[in-house]
Nanobody
Framework: QVQLVESGGNLVQAGGSLTLSCEAS????????MAWYRQGPGKQRELVAAITSDGTTNYADSVKGRFTISRDNAKNTVSLQSNSLEPDDTAVYYC?????????WGQGTQVTVSS
C-alpha cells in the first residue's frame, strides 16, 4: 500500500548533472520527514540529504554545496539534484520516508558517474 517510486538514475560523466525524483503514495506525505540515502560499492548505506516536514534541510559533508534536496507536498514528491557529480557519487540511491515508528524505503535507483 505504501509505495515510494524513484526515477532519474543514469550514467553521467564527472562534472555532469542529474536529478532524482521520488513519488510517494499511501502516506500523508506532508507529515513525513524525507531523505535520500545511498550505498556505493563496498560501502554501508549512508545518509545523503534530508528534508523535514517543515522544510529544514541537512546534507552529508561529502555532498554539501553540490547537492540540493527539495520537496513538493502538493505532488507528494522529493527530489535530489546535482550539477557537479563526482565518481565517488556512484551508488544506488534510495528514497526514505519517516514518521515516528514508521519507516519506508524506495526500491533504489542506480547512479553511475564516469571519470
Amino acid at each position: 500500500q505504501v509505495q515510494l517510486v524513484e526515477s532519474g538514475g543514469n550514467l553521467v560523466q564527472a562534472g555532469g548533472s542529474l536529478t532524482l525524483s521520488c513519488e510517494a503514495s499511501g502516506i500523508i506525505f506532508s507529515f513525513y520527514d524525507m531523505a535520500w540515502y545511498r550505498q556505493g560499492p563496498g560501502k554501508q548505506r549512508e545518509l545523503v540529504a534530508a528534508i523535514t516536514s517543515d522544510g529544514t534541510t541537512n546534507y552529508a559533508d561529502s555532498v554539501k554545496g553540490r547537492f540540493t534536496i527539495s520537496r513538493d507536498n502538493a505532488k507528494n514528491t522529493v527530489s535530489l539534484q546535482s550539477n557537479s557529480l563526482e565518481p565517488d557519487d556512484t551508488a544506488v540511491y534510495y528514497c526514505n520516508a519517516r514518521l515516528n515508528l514508521k519507516n519506508y524505503w524506495g526500491q533504489g535507483t542506480q547512479v553511475t558517474v564516469s571519470s
